[in-house]
């Protein structure tokens, strides 16, 4: 049994040593099975059996059972989507139409109104109004007898006056109507205007026998009595301009057209209402025609049925007289204005449709579903599937088409990748992978509104724009080769993520990328209602449908970007990732490991901040990672500690306790060179990232601790019993395995020299530089971090430029002599 375990445990090591050899290509292996195992989903389990093909055999029901028959469902479902009532609305356009011809009619009421003057055009105390309607509309002959008639009970009132007169010796009056040719200052007076009608001419019957005419007669006289002859005159004279005017309205029907309003007026009494009945009128006839239009009039109303309602609406309203004026202009100009709102209709149809119940049909025991030979219809699939008789099997053919898309699209991505020479770790990998597999993951669970923009922010804020826009490119095109998927939300879903691939790694707070989340989600909105319009969407299903989707798909960008603002602290802790906001968070001077180092160890916590300001300017010079070298030099000597005073930056002028204690240049290297492993220590109990953890060692390499190995040799050459090896005073390393790394350990090496040179010009200066960057090279401490000898010498540059803003001349300012006073 022992030797049996032991056997075991050997096959199982080398399994995971194998593994571990070739975990790339697992890793490959792994996402080829998993995104083709998501993406074909619907290739497993697949039924021999389809609808249209032959059974082959005869299939009976092995026990009863109730199933719903869908076909005659929605067959059902349709006839009371077709049969449903439409919506309607009201057609904005032809009610305004309408609207505007009643208001063209009532205007030219209005300006027949005009021609014809105001009416009453007299006090109705004296004249009543059917007398005033009566004495501007009579004819000409009825006219003429009416002054015949008031002239001559004048005339017969005047000779009864002057006999009166002549015996009390009054004097004479003129007559009340003097002929054309009276004196000049008679013919100068208006009333010229009045035909003179012979007082001896007589006068027909049948108008001086007139009801009208008599009142009218009546109302004059009595006016005349009341109050003079000379009034009566002047009242005559008016009433013959308003006859001429009265003409003159009459005549403007005429000119109307006669195919619209001129017929109504025509037919109607409009001179005939007051000023006030027809205001009132006009007023009402908008309302009404206002209310009718409100309520919208549907296509194929009987007109009976209309003039009914145009009736109701006009009685005790109108003025009983403008009664059939009002209704017959209304029915002039009234058509149908309401259209069929088909969004309302569609969807109250596709409500009511699915408010239908299900057709339930029962299966008996031993029932034939199909016979041998006989085509298979809906109805039976759907029976045959109920009882699991359909025979099913996977797809395999189907699947390795799509295995085949999907290495091309992964082979494209590992090739993206060697191009911009990412260093991806394996983790890295199946972070990408499994945030790839949630954009057809969630459309494989019927979600529509999948994880574009939460996977475009994500990849773009770990591994950079052009890694993150390549895998939404290559989602792009994959998923509609295996997924049933909106083209249009498709094309909004990835820009939304590239948008998000392109803009997150250049922001440096939560708080903006809360905003740029806002921002996709915008786009993916606007991306999918302009696609809809340029492909006709809005027309086919209705504008609110269109613009229903469109807010949807934004809603949905907006939650996954909140969804991937939740989650990204977690997988930066999880998969070790560093991002720009994270080292912006770990580069703040108030994180508690920074404060400690700037409290227990000031003059390293000093000598870090010189060496990040010359690293960052280098680092931004040859286009690294400038947040990773700042955060990366912040911590770089944590490890000083845990013996402060070990290292002479912190002595502060006291006594070097390796020179006054220690003594032994062993030790002393022991003490320095544990500045690396306490660092890490410290680094890896404060949870810092994998990258910044790689600067506190390879800051330093494998470098000799030069000041104690000489002192060592010194030892060694006066007791030869003393054996010296040079890998006691070398850091244990690694050396810089980046262009980061490298750039900080140039610095740090160049920090103590730079702080030193006093009157120095900047060439002797970056001749100093220089020396020390070369025997960093010749000691092969960069030869794996990819800097270059040309981007040394930028660097040396770099360090005299920065050096000369530390250390610039000064004006010297003149000795001033302190008076006693």
Request: charged share 20%; proline share 5%; net charge positive.
């Amino acid at each position: 049994m022992t030797k049996s375990f032991k056997t075991q445990t050997g096959i199982i090591a080398v399994g995971l040593g194998w593994v571990h050899e070739k975990r790339s290509s697992v890793v490959f292996a792994i996402a080829v099975v998993s995104l083709t195992g998501v993406l074909g989903h619907k290739l497993y389990n697949r039924p021999q059996l389809q609808v249209g093909t032959y059974a082959p055999q005869t299939f009976k029901a092995p026990y009863s059972i109730s199933i719903e028959d869908k076909k005659q469902t929605e067959a059902r479902r349709k006839d009371v989507s077709k049969s449903f009532i439409p919506v309607l609305m009201v057609d904005e356009k032809t009610t305004n139409k309408i609207s505007q011809k009643l208001q063209q009619i009532l205007d030219q009421g209005n300006e027949i109104r005009s021609v014809a003057g105001p009416f009453p055009f007299f006090d109705t105390a004296v004249l009543s109004l059917p007398t005033q309607q009566y004495l501007r509309a009579c004819s000409d002959a009825e006219w003429k007898a009416l002054l015949a008639t008031v002239e001559n009970k004048s005339k017969q009132k005047l000779e009864l006056s002057l006999e009166f007169s002549q015996k009390h010796h009054f004097p004479k009056y003129p007559p009340l109507f003097p002929s054309a040719t009276g004196s000049s200052t008679e013919q100068n007076q208006p009333i010229t205007i009045i035909p003179t009608v012979p007082s001896q001419s007589p006068q027909p019957s049948n108008i001086t026998q007139s009801k009208d005419f008599q009142i009218a007669v009546g109302e004059l006289e009595a006016y005349r009595i009341t109050t003079s002859a000379q009034n009566l005159s002047s009242l005559m004279r008016q009433i013959s301009k308003i006859r001429q005017a009265y003409i003159q309205a009459k005549s403007q029907f005429l000119q109307l057209d006669t195919n619209n309003p001129g017929i109504i007026y025509q037919e109607t009494v409009i001179l005939d209402l007051s000023d006030d009945d027809w205001s009132n009128t006009y007023t009402q006839i908008n309302q009404i025609a206002d209310r009718i239009l409100t309520q919208g009039i549907p296509e194929g109303l009987p007109p009976k049925i209309l003039q009914n309602a145009v009736n109701t609406h006009v009685q005790d309203v109108v003025p009983k007289d403008a009664e059939a004026l009002a209704s017959k202009l209304l029915l002039a100009v009234l058509e149908p204005n309401l259209k069929k709102d088909e969004e309302k209709t569609q969807l109250q149809a596709k409500e009511a449709a699915e408010g239908v119940s299900p057709i339930i049909v029962t299966v008996h025991q031993g029932q034939i579903i199909i016979r041998k030979g006989q085509k298979i219809t809906e109805w039976q699939f759907d029976v045959l599937e109920k009882y699991k008789l359909i025979r099913r099997e996977n797809n395999w053919l189907g699947l390795a088409k799509l295995a085949v898309i999907v290495t091309g699209a992964i082979g494209i991505f590992v090739w993206v990748e060697k191009r911009h020479k990412y260093r991806l770790r394996q983790r890295d990998r199946l972070l990408i992978l499994l945030l790839t597999l949630s954009t057809p993951g969630v459309i494989a669970m019927g979600i529509f509104h999948t994880s574009w923009s939460a996977v475009g922010l994500l990849l773009g804020s770990f591994y950079g724009q052009t890694l993150g826009a390549t895998v939404i490119g290559l989602l792009l095109l994959v998923i509609p080769s295996s997924l049933e998927v909106s083209k249009v939300a498709l094309v909004a879903g990835a820009t939304g993520g590239i948008l998000g691939s392109y803009i997150a790694q250049k922001l440096r707070s939560r708080e903006e990328l809360a905003l740029l989340g806002v921002a996709i989600a915008a786009t993916q909105g606007s991306v999918y209602l302009i696609v809809s319009l340029l492909i006709g969407t809005a027309f086919s299903t209705g504008w609110y449908m269109v613009f229903q989707a469109a807010g949807l798909f934004a809603l949905s960008g907006l939650a996954w970007s909140i969804i991937a603002l939740g989650v990204s602290p977690y997988l930066e802790k999880l998969f070790d990732l560093v991002t720009p906001i994270r080292l912006a968070e770990l580069a703040n001077p108030n994180r508690p490991l920074l404060k400690k180092l700037a409290t227990e160890t000031p003059g390293t916590f000093q000598h870090t901040l010189f060496v990040a300001t010359l690293a960052e300017a280098a680092a931004k010079k040859l286009g690294c990672n400038v947040e990773l070298v700042r955060a990366g030099t912040l911590y770089h000597d944590i490890g000083k500690m845990h013996d402060p005073l070990g290292f002479i930056e912190n002595q502060m002028g006291g006594p070097n306790k390796h020179e006054t204690e220690i003594q032994d240049p062993w030790k002393s290297a022991e003490i320095i060179k544990k500045h690396v492993s306490e660092g890490l220590v410290m680094a890896r109990k404060h949870s810092l990232p994998t990258a910044i953890q790689a600067f506190i060692p390879e800051h330093q390499g494998t470098m000799l601790i030069a000041y104690f190995y000489h002192q060592a040799q010194q030892q060694a050459q006066a007791d030869p019993s003393i054996k010296l090896d040079e890998a006691d005073f070398r850091y244990d390393g690694p050396i810089p395995q980046s262009r980061e790394t490298g750039i900080v350990m140039l610095a740090d090496a160049c920090e103590a020299a730079l702080r030193s040179l006093k009157e120095v010009t900047p060439e002797q200066a970056l001749t100093t530089l220089n020396n020390i960057l070369r025997a960093r090279w010749q000691d092969n401490q960069l030869q794996e971090s990819g800097l270059t000898r040309d981007e040394m010498k930028q660097i040396a540059e770099i360090f005299v430029e920065v050096w000369q803003q530390f250390h610039h001349k000064r004006i010297a300012y003149p000795k001033l002599k302190v008076s006693n006073k």
